[in-house]
């Protein structure tokens, strides 16, 4: 922000800082243990009278000196320069509050290099008592910078009373300092030991050489207890968060973690091996694979440290990217690019929105993520995103994750930043091939005759839309099965509901009629749901053409679980098949035909995020590269084996864990019921963006393929987060029920997301809580509010796919199917949702809208008995 | 783009400026006397080695004996310097160094490499056999390619006029070579160097209680260089002087009576010590020297000054008084110069305790 931002690609991310600060805190800590190696060693020369002890502790200082001179002093300067040049911002906050810290360290380092000298050129010329005095304060030297240095490191990642009072001695002395001190004291006399390794292996003479081998082997074994008790104490002194993200929700530490516990016993074992007799040549190169061991264990501590502190490069006041926390807010409102200093395209256009997006890159992300570089590789991480998808999942980071700091700048920089990845790092500029649709001409309605028709047939489907997953090979979340109802009425002034001596037959249209050509589901529904199926048959037994089920008590006829998927038999994409349905005698004679959709869709929105093409026909069908990354992700972060139980042949239905009250063949399990899950973890990544967050996974873009958020609710220009609330609050209601039904996993869910709108998210069971139409239709009233959250139907029985009027007949016979209320506007066709009542009246609007009464009792009425205010002309005509 | 937009905002100080432009100026003096000697030896090394491939003579063996000495006192005592220039001069300086920042990166890697040779020239001088010569032209080309990289960096940092050239080359790769100044100042430093290196070889031909007729071949061989390179220095020093630009050179001129006496002072005092050279009185040129370095360590300041005034000064960075750390190093620093004294002088005893055995 304050400072220019010097541009790497493979070397982004820190890789410099990574390389400089292991390598130089390795060999700076053997220069600390070391110096307390000599002086014992020297000690132990006089005590025993060895002259061969002194001799190796004089040539043992001369390794020391030329590695901690050249290597180690210089490094350290090295590290210096590398800070200033990646993260001025930090590096000046540091240097300006710890100047004279720095100062004090400087002094000690000249007093360590006068001794070091001097040791080295008067061993065996200088008096063996003041000799010793000379050792002893280069290691006291040498000890005293690692306190004070360790005193600046150790803020950066536990600050203390320092955020709140800025005095130098709270930040100094902050809650890690000791434990953190201690850590590293005892590292360094361990690292005394490993390296000792090396000038030892290389005694000539046998039995010296197993007897000092076996020496440096107590140096580097007697601490490591303490060694072990002090990152124990240090862990601890973490606050309580910090530690939980390094231990329990940082995929990328895992790794340096799990190495870290593996090194420990191999370090061990390795000293207890260099205890052996075993011969020289065999020796020596076991001493440098142990250095080098010892290496990567203090580069897995490192970096876990590094690691743990992100977002931040100072806890709690500065993120990574110089970022102050309380400036963000304004940089997004001003724009990132306005409010740096060093950014060239203050404004950004078509021409230079690629390089913006580079400008916004060095800003906000290069700190810890590479281009094509071993760290944080930006390319990897952003591989499967379309531009939609990842625009929506920057404006999320960081929250959840907890360890990346928040997008600061505006819609149109977070746009051009995705430009830059998707466009230039991906180099998907290629157009997107055009979808192949079927949209067909206006159906044929089936004829109704208002004077001599004695029958009035209507049908409807439960949902607005029934979305399915087709890469059945890999996961499901629901088997294919749509449901129809229809219900018989012999019209008269006091109209009758036929359910007896009438057979109703339903057939969905031939184009659609070879589901199992096209999607592997009976392959593998065993492993899904449990059984086999014969090909094109639904869970409940029912094909694609047959007869409805007779009611056992009431009138409605069903026939569910119908197993339709939306590709043509020419593979082409048609999320809104036909059925005809038909009510005849037994002998055989029709009584009425009516025609009606059975919207399905299979364009789920996972690509977005977990790759890009689609499977079927450029427009919808998750492909099974997706539905693998769906996988993969869920195994990262949810420690499951998914990916090899797919490839295995054993594909799972999420349900199977993530059980909710709707199954009701199991009890609810751990997990989160699924519902509550995905929302809840995807609101931490796609929240924040109104409906633009819904239709980033559900079919209803109304630039998509499905455009299923069709009905009259869309017309008069409310979208989901009118009745379902921001995706936030949404998943908050059901989180909140999880919660309180005791499940653990929700409290982290929870805290994560923010509500949007209501201060207190009322809880909700998945499927069977939703909006209540009548909380705005106010006793079917016209409505004075257009928006309502929070108030749920009390049960499933409340729902509008599950009541009905005053006198029996289901909602949605009359109004259609939710998001695709009368009139229904859809994208295959006008009126391709309105057959029915465009049959039955002429009019696209609820069946009996508009004084149609006649349409069943062949009258005018003059009693509101459906429900009230249903006399009267419909409200908003087309 | 108007480049005072550029210059990013200081962050508070601990205490009152002042203190850190003491700090600022006594280390940087006294990392110049010991970079000089360093950078001067291994010139002159060079030039020895050169000149006698099959076999360096004494005094060539004793400079190589004390480069790494020198090197890691350099690198030590700029440290200091380093850090107060950060606190007073950070925003300039950060931004400089990451304009060149591979370069000023490869500093280290420099710096370790020839570091590393000037202990392998001494330690492996005779194994090294024909190698030598390469060694030490990588060992003292490295050092001379630091003072490069140092003097693109600090007369960088003083051009935020030339800071916009970011925009089009963001990767580090930037210099400061457009700059008039940035090649006499690099030469004037390289001279001073091997003047100051030319002394260093003369006294130790004084300390090293070698025959007086060695003794006095060293002064000779030593003030040869010291008076050459200080004649050179002349005519560089004034190339130096006259690339200033003209606003800032007329502070030397007569504008400034502080400026102006400072320069005069400092060039008289060069020509006292180039005199008293010739004359091969070796402490007072030695005096003179020091003096005259000090002079123009402060003259460099006054530069730095009058480079940034249109943009900043010190003074107006703002106080956030917090002084008990500063008490802190002072003290540290008695009883480390105090720790320091001891450790010497135990040295210089070493072996002449009677009685004593050294083992």
Redesign the interface.
Same mark, same amino acid.
């Given at each position: 922000m @304050? !400072?220019?931002?010097? &541009? +790497?690609d493979y070397a982004g991310g820190g890789l410099?800082i990574a390389l400089?600060a292991v390598f130089h805190v390795y060999i700076s800590h053997f220069a600390i243990g070391g110096g307390l190696f000599l002086v014992l060693t020297e000690m132990k020369g006089?005590r025993e009278d060895s002259?061969a002890i002194?001799a190796y502790t004089r040539q043992h200082a001369k390794f020391f000196l030329?590695l901690s001179? *050249?290597?180690g002093? #210089?490094?350290g *300067? /090295?590290i210096?320069? $590398?800070i200033? +040049?990646l993260n001025? /911002?930090a590096?000046?906050?540091l240097?300006?509050? !710890? *100047?004279?810290?720095?100062? %004090?360290e400087? %002094?000690?380092?000249? /007093?360590e290099? %006068?001794?070091l000298?001097?040791y080295y050129?008067?061993f065996? $010329? #200088?008096?063996?008592r &003041?000799h010793l005095?000379?050792g002893w304060?280069y290691f006291i030297f040498a000890w005293l910078s690692l306190f004070v240095i360790n005193g600046i490191i150790s803020f950066m990642l536990t600050p203390g009373e320092w955020l709140v009072t /800025?005095?130098?001695?709270d930040g100094f002395f902050n809650p890690g300092f000791w434990p953190a001190l201690f850590f590293r004291t005892f590292l360094a006399m361990m690292l005394a030991g490993l390296f000792g390794f090396i000038t030892s292996t290389s005694l000539q003479d046998d039995r010296f050489r197993e007897n000092m081998v076996r020496y440096c082997g107590l140096w580097l074994l007697t601490p490591f207890y303490f060694f072990l008790a002090a990152a124990y104490w240090y862990i601890h002194s973490l606050p309580e968060p910090t530690r939980d993200l390094i231990f329990n929700r940082m995929p990328e530490l895992v790794p340096f973690i799990k190495a870290f516990c593996w090194i420990s016993p191999v370090i061990f074992l390795g000293g207890l091996l260099m205890a052996i007799r075993l011969p020289g040549r065999v020796k020596r190169p076991l001493a440098g694979l142990l250095l080098l061991i010892g290496l990567v264990y203090m580069g897995c501590f490192e970096f876990i440290r590094e690691g743990g502190r992100r977002p931040y490069i100072i806890h709690g006041h500065t993120y990574s990217n110089a970022i102050r926390p309380e400036a963000v807010e304004k940089i997004s409102a001003t724009g990132l690019l306005q409010s740096a =200093?060093?950014a =060239?395209h203050k404004e950004i256009t078509e021409e230079n929105q690629l390089a913006a997006g580079r400008e916004i890159f @060095?800003l906000l992300c290069l700190p810890c993520h590479s281009i094509n570089g071993p760290l944080n590789d930006i390319v990897q991480l952003t591989a499967g995103y379309s531009v939609a998808g990842l625009a929506t999942r920057i404006s999320c980071i960081g929250k959840g994750d907890g360890y990346m700091p928040p997008f600061a700048g505006n819609d149109v920089e977070r746009l051009a930043l995705t430009n830059f990845i998707v466009k230039e790092l991906h180099n998907k500029n290629k157009q997107q091939a055009a979808a192949h649709l079927f949209r067909p001409p206006p159906p044929t309605i089936p004829p109704f005759d208002r004077e001599s028709d004695d029958y009035v047939l209507l049908a409807w489907t439960d949902f607005g839309i029934h979305t399915i997953t087709d890469s059945d090979a890999d996961w499901s979340f629901r088997p294919p099965g749509s449901n129809l109802y229809a219900l018989l009425i012999k019209r008269d002034p006091t109209p009758e509901r036929v359910s007896e001596r009438v057979i109703l037959t339903y057939m969905v249209e031939s184009s659609h009629a070879d589901p199992a050509a096209r999607v592997k589901f009976w392959q593998y529904a065993k492993q899904l749901i449990g059984r086999d199926l014969p090909p094109n048959t639904g869970i409940f037994g029912k094909k694609l053409m047959g007869i409805m089920n007779r009611p056992l008590t009431g009138s409605i006829f069903e026939a569910r679980g119908l197993p339709l998927l939306p590709y043509t038999e020419n593979n082409a994409y048609q999320p809104y098949p036909l059925v005809t349905i038909t009510a005849m005698t037994p002998a055989g004679k029709i009584l009425a035909t009516t025609r009606t959709v059975l919207p399905v869709s299979t364009e789920v929105g996972c690509k977005n995020c977990h790759g890009d093409t689609w499977r079927m026909a450029e427009a919808a069908g998750l492909d099974s590269k997706t539905a693998r990354n769906v996988l993969a992700a869920h195994d990262k972060l949810s420690n499951t084996r998914l990916v090899a139980e797919a490839a295995a042949g054993r594909p799972v239905m999420c349900q199977s864990c993530h059980r909710g009250n709707s199954d009701r063949n199991r009890a609810p399990g751990k997990q989160l019921n699924l519902s509550a899950a995905i929302h809840g973890f995807h609101a931490i990544l796609l929240g924040d963006l109104g409906a633009e967050s819904c239709y980033t996974c559900h079919a209803a873009d109304p630039e998509g393929n499905t455009r299923f958020y069709r009905g009259i609710h869309k017309e008069i220009g409310l979208d989901c987060t009118n009745c379902h609330g921001p995706l936030e609050d949404h998943a908050l209601s059901l989180l909140l029920a999880e919660q309180a039904a005791g499940k653990e996993r929700a409290d982290f869910l929870i805290k994560a997301l923010e509500a949007k709108s209501s201060p207190e998210v009322q809880p909700r069971q998945a499927w069977a809580q939703q909006p209540d139409c009548l909380n705005c239709h106010e006793n079917f009233a016209p409505p004075e509010v257009d928006t309502t959250f929070n108030q749920w139907t009390s049960d499933a029985t409340q729902l509008f796919r599950n009541r009905t009027d005053e006198v029996g007949i289901p909602c949605g016979a009359c109004h259609g199917a939710p998001h695709a209320l009368y009139p229904a506007t859809n994208f295959y066709g006008k009126n391709r949702d309105n057959l029915v009542p465009l049959q039955y009246q002429k009019q696209p609007y609820p069946v009996g809208a508009n004084h149609q009464c006649r349409v069943c009792h062949r009258q005018d009425m003059e009693d509101e008995m459906h429900h009230p205010n249903s006399l009267r002309r419909f409200r908003n005509p087309r | 783009m108007d480049a005072a937009a550029l210059i990013p905002l200081p962050d508070t100080i601990p205490v009152s400026w002042g203190w850190f432009q003491l700090l600022l100026l006594l280390t940087f003096f006294l990392h110049l006397l010991c970079m000089n000697m360093m950078l001067g030896s291994a010139v002159i090394l060079l030039v020895k080695q050169l000149r006698h491939p099959a076999q360096l003579p004494p005094a060539g063996r004793e400079l190589a004996g004390h480069l790494p000495f020198l090197i890691a006192f350099a690198v030590n005592l700029g440290v200091a310097p380093l850090l107060f220039l950060q606190v007073l001069y950070g925003q300039f300086i950060y931004t400089s160094s990451i304009l060149m920042g591979v370069y000023w990166l490869a500093v280290v890697a420099i710096l370790i490499l020839a570091y590393g040779g000037a202990y392998l020239y001494n330690l492996k001088h005779d194994a090294l056999g024909k190698r030598r010569n390469q060694l030490i032209i990588l060992v003292t080309g490295g050092l001379v390619a630091i003072a490069f990289i140092f003097s693109n960096n600090m007369s960088m940092m003083l051009r935020p006029d030339t800071w916009p050239r970011y925009f089009d080359q963001p990767g580090g790769t930037l210099l400061n070579l457009a700059d008039p100044t940035l090649l006499p100042r690099w030469l004037h430093f390289i001279t001073a160097a091997v003047a100051t290196g030319g002394l260093y070889l003369a006294a130790g031909g004084r300390w090293r209680r070698l025959e007086p007729a060695a003794a006095a071949a060293r002064v000779t061989e030593g003030m040869h260089w010291f008076v050459g390179a200080t004649s050179v220095q002349l005519g560089i020093g004034t190339w130096f002087f006259f690339s200033l630009p003209d606003h800032i050179r007329q502070l030397f001129t007569g504008t400034s009576t502080l400026h102006t006496g400072l320069l005069l002072t400092g060039c008289l005092a060069a020509l006292i010590s180039l005199g008293l050279g010739l004359a091969k009185r070796l402490w007072p040129t030695i005096g003179a020297t020091i003096a005259t370095i000090l002079i123009m360590v402060l003259i460099r300041d006054l530069v730095r000054r009058a480079y940034l005034a249109p943009y900043f000064s010190p003074d107006s960075l703002v106080v956030a008084p917090q002084y008990s750390p500063m008490v802190i190093f002072w003290l540290a620093l008695l009883l480390g110069l105090g720790i320091i004294a001891y450790m010497l002088r135990l040295a210089l005893n070493a072996g002449k305790e009677s009685g004593e055995t050294p083992s």
């Open positions: @304050n !400072y220019p931002i010097w &541009q +790497l410099l400089i006089y002259p002194l030329l001179m *050249v290597l002093g #210089m490094s *300067v /090295g210096w320069f $590398t200033a +040049l001025p /911002g590096t000046s906050l240097i300006h509050n !710890y *100047v004279f810290a720095w100062a %004090v400087w %002094v000690f380092f000249l /007093g290099i %006068v001794a000298f001097i050129y008067t065996g $010329t #200088m008096a063996r &003041q005095q000379i304060l /800025g005095n130098f001695w =200093k060093w =060239k @060095n | -």
